[in-house]
């Protein structure tokens, strides 16, 4: 319960719940009171809240609540719990006044701890000096801190003397050249030699620091004090290894198992300072002074030794620079090990090295890219391939994800048969589904930096084989995801012409996940489109929704559909300006082709009726010509006109209804009218305007009008003649009797 209250006090403050003046008044008393509980838990998590809340509340709260109290608290006869977290507040407090009152009000109290009789209170007083001497600044820390120090660094316990070692080095950039010099030298000195011999405590400290402590003490060092350090650094970075001829060192006794580990440690630490003794000795000497030490770091029986060296080497090869190949073993070494940790950390900036190796030095060109690292690509494979039966799934995602890199560092045809088949096997074969994604989106990458057409149409068609039409349906799900990244990888039309139609095809799979999967990557794959040049894809695009919406019968999958509907109708799809020019102007050019054919056929098709209604016209007027002297030559013109109008009118007529298609019954209607314009000549010229003017149709209606009216009157004055026959033979009957 104490705990959590501790916990929620904290979060009140940080979230801000209520104002500072709230706060102050309700819970800083609470928290106050169970800073000196007995539980030693406890009393760190109230603690902890405190000095929190000391950063947030104003100077005077400070002072009054906290500052005030303290005086009382840190006295000798108050228990040892109440100086400690007197020694923690002192810390926090002289960040929070000016110098002034901190050497007025807090210094006292710094030193009178700082002469505990405990050594527990020594050793939590001097880690605070460091935030003390920040807070009062470079001269109070020179005439009053620096002295603590000293003595502290002189102290019978060897957690004080620790303390005060690492306080001293944390505190280098406060101290000006003479300080340094005539001050921290010797002290420095006096801990490495006192380390080997009677203080081993200190020695896992000394080596963890000591890569910060040469470089700032650089500028004070006479050439014999520049190789003793360094050579004291040797020293630390093999110890407790057997020396080179096999044998133990005479000087060290059979180890323990708290040695060991302690020499481990020390080992580590001289790896995490590798870089900061790069510096040191001058890349240009690296050869010279440090690589026998880097062999050996890199060859350590210890995993976190390797592992150490594996996060520095990114470091190691930038400080290199032009001289990087000469730690080229190296990299393959650890790409070898047999370590999967040291191969996960190496790995984090494998493409940064890889660049480095084949680009820094100046001896790397880039016609020949692996003539620095030729044992590269079998430690590269051979890496992957460990990964790979690990159980350690993220580490081979990674390394996957780096290995894309490769193409700006090996050939084309190299990552052609070593590497991207490997790639498009891990995607059928593996079951992890991020280890599967990113060998897809390394395929890709791989796919795209391959400049032979045939390699690349060889990919593709195992892409849309195996993956897009493959028997399982998880092959299936992976290529929409491989889609996506050649989406994002390949231009538009790339897509387009390769893979935009076999995805179409998956929304006929008999699977509900993958048309679910589909549905979702149809926007994106819309947006690949241009119009004009591909209406027809987006034809097949809007048919495959249309057949989902129609004939979708899972329920999840038609909401999808009828969302992603929306979002396509929303979507805006890109036009080439270009190419619907082109198009506007071929259009034009057509439709102009087509106007000049039309008008010539109409110019062919007026002259012709124009040629018949004149030979009509000629015979009509040759046939009524003749005079009609007797009633044989009415005869006969009657008949001449009977004949005409049963064998011109009729078969012509007659064909009109036999018309196979609309543009010859078109034809023969503009001659038939023409026909009907000479036999209505006898009537009225406006009529017959009136009725050419018509469509087809009518002059057909015409036409047949006229010849029924003329074989009507005809018939009308053969009747008229046959009476008045008649009538003539009665009447000369009758005058006969």
């Known amino acids: 319960m104490q705990l959590t209250a501790a916990v929620s006090f904290l979060t009140v403050l940080q979230e801000e719940s209520v104002s500072i003046h709230t706060y102050s008044h309700s819970f800083l008393h609470i928290i106050l009171q169970n800073v000196e509980h007995r539980d030693a838990g406890v009393s760190n998590a109230w603690l902890e809240t405190l000095l929190a809340v000391i950063e947030a509340l104003p100077k005077e709260t400070v002072r009054h609540e906290i500052l005030n109290p303290l005086v009382s608290k840190a006295q000798l006869s108050q228990t040892l719990q109440s100086r400690l977290v007197s020694c923690k507040i002192m810390g926090k407090v002289a960040n929070k006044f000016e110098a002034h009152i901190v050497k007025r009000e807090v210094l006292p109290l710094v030193k009178s701890l700082c002469q505990d009789v405990e050594y527990e209170v020594r050793t939590c007083m001097c880690r605070q000096l460091e935030h003390v001497a920040r807070g009062i600044g470079t001269e109070l820390t020179k005439t009053v801190v620096l002295p603590e120090l000293v003595e502290l660094a002189r102290d019978e316990g060897s957690s004080v003397r620790l303390a005060a070692f690492e306080t001293l080095v944390n505190l280098l950039d406060m101290f000006d050249a003479d300080d340094r010099s005539q001050t921290v030298l010797p002290l420095v000195k006096s801990f490495c030699e006192k380390s080997f011999k009677a203080d081993e ?23 014999e004090q520049h190789l003793r350090f360094l050579e004291f650094y040797k020293k630390l970075s093999t110890l407790g290894l057997q020396q080179e001829n096999g044998h133990n060192d005479n000087q060290l006794h059979l180890q323990t198992l708290e040695q060991e580990k302690k020499y481990i440690s020390v080992r580590k630490n001289c790896a995490y300072n590798f870089p900061a003794m790069i ?21 350590d029986p210890e995993v976190p030794v390797r592992y150490t060296m594996a996060i520095s080497f990114f470091e190691v090869a930038k400080l290199l620079n032009s001289d990087v190949y000469t730690i ?103 079951n992890v589904l991020p280890v599967q994604k990113a060998a897809a989106r390394t395929l890709c990458v791989y796919l795209r930096y391959n400049r032979k057409q045939e390699q690349r149409h060889e990919v593709i068609q195992k892409l849309i084989e195996q993956l897009g039409q493959g028997k399982s349906y998880w092959n299936r799900l992976r290529f929409l995801d491989t889609c996506e990244f050649i989406m994002e990888l390949f231009s538009k039309s790339f897509f387009c012409k390769y893979f935009f139609l076999p995805v179409l095809e998956l929304t006929h799979d008999p699977v509900a996940n993958v048309r679910m999967k589909l549905c979702c990557l149809l926007p994106k794959v819309k947006s690949t489109l241009k119009i004009p040049t591909d209406k027809h894809l987006l034809q097949q695009l809007e048919l495959c929704i249309r057949k989902l919406l129609c004939q979708e019968k899972d329920k999840d999958v038609l909401t999808i559909v009828k969302r992603t509907v929306l979002e396509l109708d929303r979507m805006e799809i890109s036009v080439d300006a270009e190419q619907l020019e082109k198009e506007k102007q071929k259009n034009e050019g057509r439709s102009t082709n087509i106007n000049d054919k039309m008008l010539e056929k109409k110019r062919r098709d007026s002259k012709t009726s124009s040629v018949l209604a004149k030979s009509i016209n000629l015979s009509v007027s040759g046939s009524s010509s003749g ?81 029924n009216l003329f074989n009507s009157a005809d018939q009308k004055n053969s009747g008229n003649k046959e009476s008045q026959s008649r009538k003539m033979s009665i009447k000369n009957r009758k005058s006969n009797s």
């Open 328 to 430: 080229h073993k190296e990299l393959v070494t650890l790409l070898q090990d047999e370590s999967l940790e040291v191969l996960d950390a190496l790995v984090g900036h494998l493409p940064e090295i890889l660049e480095l190796m084949t680009n820094g030095g100046e001896n790397s060109g880039s016609e020949s890219k692996l003539l620095s690292i030729p044992d590269l690509i079998p430690a590269l494979t051979t890496a992957e391939q460990r990964a790979a039966t690990s159980l350690k799934w993220r580490t081979h995602e990674k390394l996957l994800q780096k290995y894309a890199c490769l193409p700006h560092i090996i050939s084309s045809d190299q990552i052609y048969y070593r590497f991207l088949h490997r790639m498009l096997t891990i995607i059928l074969t593996n």
């Open 279 to 299: 510096v040191f000795v001058d890349p240009k000497n690296f050869n010279l002074e440090l690589y026998s030490i880097f062999f050996c770091l890199c060859h």
């Open 201 to 223: 405590s200190i020695l896992v400290s000394l080596s963890f620091h000591l890569g910060k402590l040469c470089n700032g003490l650089y500028g004070i060092f006479t050439p």
């Open 627 to 707: 005079t009609s002297a007797g009633k044989e030559e009415k005869k006969s013109k009657l008949v001449r006109s009977q004949s005409f109008s049963t064998q011109v009118l009729h078969p012509k007529y007659s064909n009109i209804d036999k018309c196979p298609n609309k543009s010859s019954a078109t034809a023969y209607s503009s001659s038939v009218s023409g026909m009907g314009k000479s036999c209505m000549l006898s009537f009225s010229d406006d009529s017959f305007r009136t009725h050419s003017s018509g469509n087809s149709g009518n002059a057909a209606f015409t036409s047949s009008s006229s010849r």
